[in-house]
């Protein structure tokens, strides 16, 4: 579980804290089917609406409906065009069932014919609804504001979050009585039927400017005002991953991409394939005729929408406002409701520009609970201009960009400058969090969560941890403690020291870690972009060829592994790095290290020079190295102690070159070392998206077994996504190799459409993981007997063999999303199979958090 995830959780389970005791006003539910008085067939669409109040819903597809509210309800009214509109009575504060049977009027509209009869079954053929709908796919490229030669616009951009339906007498508990301040300001109106207690918001004003020839975007961030929890929670990685959930939605895109997952667009390419289609209105806004066109997805457990566009029929075809939301059954874990609202204005060359976007989701650990977290972003778009073209230089820099007095305008500056206002409620939210973060009791149960969900005990300038690593164990130091920490900006942003100190009871050696980084730029060095050096001492144990990606190597769980694991080396690791990061994503790093490596366990170094066994004791190398790196787009969660990148379509690409020096600093071997990766997500729409790696690496010069590569492998029970989870440790060894690794995720697709799976809300996963690799005569100790031999068991038995021209090739199937958090692969091993304690097959586990 990477930092992203545990400070999500931290945020969430601070929410629910807040929420804890929920008891719920009356509810008053209605449910029915509304259906065709004349013909019974079923009335799709259909609008139910509240007479003593705005709560509204609509009828699905099948003309079933729900409407459920705490507000005041009488009688309800149930419309749709064509028929007859009917108002029926409503008993407060009960569950309900009432179905409508609506009569049609004798007369047709002019743009939608509506026929009585028998109900057909739904095709594209002939579909006067499928036929417009290609006309608005066939239009997009022309609608689209990237047509323009030049646009230009400010922006501001409004994240909130509540929790659901508090309970209104929370306050008369003993424990909840100095929250008083906090839980009594609520919210009825934003969302009608739900009690909201706004505890974040964050806002943001921007200048946006884009050139198409040559392609230019550049958005200067103007102002900025957010909550601050406190050294809790990270507030600027909390609102990154907001962000990210709440991404910027293009209806002309063909992928929308929300709570990150990837939703089709209803007027994607290919949407009649996906939707179906419905004519179920015509209205005339500002002398404008608009179709209003329903649609819903053929299947409701695929990542789709459902709602309604509305359509000029002025010849271009453009979208003029989208109502879309999703089917209560879609796989979509920990979100009981979405809705997102898009709004058009018009252009002076009567084009249509989004001039509002409103999200809403509605996040419960279960679909049916009535409490949880409530999040809505609202972006506005004003002083829209296109095809004013600007001096170049405008477009000149990173094209992101922060104004140096962004966070410090004064109230009078953000009430003249919003350009949405904010409720009651939410010009609280600043005010009530800075007074929560002083409550003693706050703190301490911070300090709780933080320390079970992150791992780390925070003193402020320090952290101690990570907990899991406290305590483990391995056949060579046996039972093993251990004790860190690190430091945090509230020390310094320019000075950070990380250590760790940890004991084998087996081996009785100490271990310790020890590292300042001073950072150039006076940024945090988590912070993009980076620029700092680094200095460090490592004292420790190491199993060749284990390379876990996002734990720590003495993680209790991994303390358990398959088959022999007592072959370790004892390693000392002198560093210098410098590492410098441009705003264009390119970056590079200078390295020095001197490592010494000793062999521990039942591992051995021995050289049978001239015929002689000779046992050597520790190899020491000297090492220079260059990193190039390029990766446009990047993106991060960046906290004040983490920074994950965010996954995107860009793809990154690394080049590494180490050169080692004969003594220098007692190194004893001439060498060099060129690795090549290659990393990217393609999204393929309804087939999710496959994560790629390539890595190719030569070894020129020659060296004993320890100092070539050796494969990633794993022999612990976890699934990890880079190493090879069938291969031994040190089971391979190579002077040049390329790889291929590729991690598809179906997410569901396929499960969907079958009707047990498609409950369980299980997703389907394929691996595929391929090795081929060689060793050249040079440093083949076969051939050059002064070289290490490679490891054998006591018997003579080989342990460590060389790749032939066969690959190593593996792969697995996989389930994800079992209760919402754990991945389970089947994984097989399709290559040398002939080698000593091997496994063919095997079942790994993984734990993520997905929406």
């Not at 009688?75 to 309900?96: C, M, S």
């Not at 009651?424 to 703190?443: C, F, G, M, Q, W």
């Not at 010069?701 to 989870?725: C, E, K």
Request: glycine share 6%; charged share 20%; proline share 4%.
């Amino acid at each position: 579980m990477n930092f992203r995830d545990i400070y999500l959780k931290l945020f969430v389970l601070t929410s629910f804290l807040l929420s804890s005791f929920v008891s719920f006003a009356q509810v008053t539910k209605v449910s029915g089917v509304v259906t065709d008085a004349k013909t019974k067939q079923t009335v799709p669409f259909a609008t139910i609406s509240s007479i003593d109040s705005t709560v509204n819903v609509g009828a699905d597809a099948d003309g079933k409906y729900i409407l459920q509210t705490v507000r005041p309800i009488s009688r309800i009214k149930v419309t749709y065009v064509g028929y007859k509109t009917a108002i029926l009575n409503v008993a407060q504060g009960q569950e309900q069932v009432i179905n409508v049977r609506l009569v049609p009027i004798a007369q047709q509209l002019s743009e939608v014919v509506i026929r009585a009869g028998k109900k057909t079954k739904y095709r594209n053929k002939d579909n006067p609804a499928v036929e417009l709908i290609r006309q608005v796919i066939a239009h997009k490229d022309q609608n689209r504001p990237e047509s323009y030669s030049y646009v230009q616009y400010k922006q501001y951009d409004k994240m909130m979050f509540s929790v659901v339906n508090v309970s209104p007498t929370i306050t008369e508990r003993k424990f909840f009585r100095k929250y008083k301040f906090l839980l009594d300001n609520r919210d009825t109106t934003t969302v009608p039927g739900k009690n909201l207690l706004p505890i974040y918001l964050d806002e943001k004003l921007s200048q946006y400017y884009y050139k198409k020839d040559p392609k230019k975007e550049k958005t200067i961030l103007l102002a900025q005002k957010g909550v601050n929890f406190g050294s809790y929670i990270d507030n600027e990685g909390l609102g990154q991953y907001f962000k990210h959930m709440y991404y910027d939605i293009n209806i002309y895109d063909n992928n929308i991409f929300l709570v990150t997952n990837q939703f089709l667009s209803p007027i994607c390419d290919a949407a009649p394939t996906f939707y179906k289609f419905f004519i179920t209105d015509t209205v005339v806004v500002n002398n404008t005729k608009l179709v209003r066109l329903s649609f819903t997805p053929r299947n409701g457990a695929d990542m789709l929408f459902e709602g309604d566009i509305f359509i000029t029929l002025d010849g271009h075809y453009a979208v003029q406002q989208a109502n879309l939301t999703v089917n209560k059954n879609i796989n979509l874990n920990f979100v009981k409701g979405l809705t997102v609202d898009l709004e058009f204005e018009q252009n002076p060359d009567n084009r249509y520009h989004l001039s509002k976007n409103t999200t809403l989701v509605d996040f419960g650990l279960t679909k049916k609970s009535n409490g949880g977290l409530l999040g809505i972003r609202t972006v506005v778009y004003k002083d829209y201009e296109v095809n004013k073209a600007l001096a170049d230089t405008a477009y000149v820099g990173p094209a992101q960009v922060t104004l140096e007095n962004a966070k410090d305008h004064t109230k009078d500056f953000w009430a003249k400058n919003r350009f949405d206002t904010l409720t009651t409620a939410e010009s609280k939210v600043y005010h009530n969090i800075d007074t929560l973060i002083t409550i003693p009791s706050y703190r301490r149960t911070m300090d709780v969560i933080t320390l079970v969900l992150a791992g780390y005990k925070s003193f402020g300038p320090f952290e101690l941890g990570p907990a899991n690593t406290f305590y483990s164990f391995n056949p060579v130091e046996g039972f093993r403690l251990r004790v860190g920490g690190r430091t945090t900006p509230e020390l310094s942003k320019r000075y950070y020291f990380e250590t760790y100190a940890a004991y084998g009871f087996k081996d009785e050696r100490w271990k310790y870690f020890l590292s300042a980084t001073y950072s150039l730029n006076a940024k945090s060095i988590y912070k993009f972009p980076q620029d700092y050096i680094r200095a460090s001492f490592q004292r420790d144990t190491k199993i060749p060829g284990a390379t876990l990606q996002f734990v720590q190597e003495d993680n209790f769980l991994l303390s358990f592994k398959r088959g022999e694991n007592n072959k370790f080396l004892y390693n000392d690791f002198y560093k210098l790095d410098y590492v410098h990061e441009y705003e264009s994503h390119f970056s590079y790093n200078l390295g020095f290290r001197k490592w010494t490596q000793a062999p521990a366990g039942t591992l051995s170094f021995i050289s049978n020079a001239n015929g002689i066994p000779n046992i050597v004791n520790s190899v020491t190398t000297t090492e220079l190295s260059l990193g190039l790196r390029y990766a446009p787009n990047e993106q991060f969660y960046q906290g004040k102690i983490y920074r994950i990148p965010i996954p995107n379509k860009y793809p990154a690409f690394a080049v590494d070159y180490t050169v080692g020096i004969k003594g220098f600093f007692n190194g004893e071997y001439n060498y060099s070392n060129l690795h090549f990766r290659f990393d990217k997500r393609f999204y393929l729409s309804q087939l999710g998206y496959a994560d790629v790696t390539a890595e190719a690496r030569k070894i020129f010069g020659q060296v004993p077994y320890p100092l070539l590569n050796i494969p990633r492998a794993n022999q612990t029970y976890a699934y990890d996504l880079f190493s090879y989870n069938l291969m031994n440790f040190l089971e391979f060894v190579n002077d040049h190799n390329e790889s291929i690794n590729i991690d598809q995720h179906f997410n569901g697709f396929f499960f969907n459409k079958i009707p047990l799976l498609k409950k369980l809300k299980w997703r389907e996963t394929l691996s595929f993981k391929a090795l081929w690799a060689g060793l050249s005569n040079q440093n083949n100790p076969s051939i050059h007997p002064d070289l290490f031999q490679l490891p054998t068991e006591e018997n003579g038995q080989p342990v460590t063999f060389i790749p032939g021209k066969t690959p190593y090739i593996e792969g697995s199937v996989g389930i994800e999303n079992v209760f919402k958090f754990v991945r389970i692969d089947l994984v097989k091993r399709f290559t040398y199979l002939d080698h000593p304690d091997v496994s063919q097959w095997g079942i790994r586990t993984r734990v993520i958090f997905n929406f």
